[in-house]
């Protein structure tokens, strides 16, 4: 399984920016991908999740109404797409694929095993 990152870069607070995930090589017959962050100095934490098959998408309470997780099915593409940006949002952000997993697991990062390398996110005040 391939995950490479794309679409970080540097933005001024209140700004959007759309982060891609192209996804490759995996066997499984439904999976969820999600996103994770990690901001410098701090823990890899969990902002959005959606099962790959659709209905269920889950947020960070910090990104929530801000930020909407999305793919392409056809293109094998997850997007992250953020609006209303501000300073703490800058991290590395992270997609990550599992096989299918209970709702319980969506969030947490222990239940991801495919990871792809990270796109910088910065936001100047």
């Known amino acids: 399984v391939q995950l490479q990152a794309s679409g970080g870069g540097l933005v001024q607070a209140g700004d959007s920016l759309r982060l891609s995930c192209a996804y490759s090589?995996?066997?499984?017959?439904?999976?969820?991908m999600a996103w994770f962050r990690q901001a410098p100095g701090k823990e890899r934490e969990f902002a959005a999740a959606?099962?790959?098959?659709?209905?269920?998408?889950l947020y960070a309470d910090s990104v929530k109404g801000r930020f909407t997780i999305s793919r392409d099915k056809a293109k094998n593409m997850l997007y992250l797409q953020m609006n209303g940006l501000k300073p703490d949002d800058t991290a590395v952000y992270y997609c990550a694929v599992t096989s299918r997993v209970a709702l319980s697991g969506l969030a947490v990062l222990s239940s991801y095993k495919y990871w792809g390398q990270g796109t910088l996110v910065t936001v100047s005040s």
């Open positions: 090589g995996s066997t499984f017959r439904d999976f969820d």
């Open positions: 959606m099962r790959w098959s659709g209905g269920t998408t």
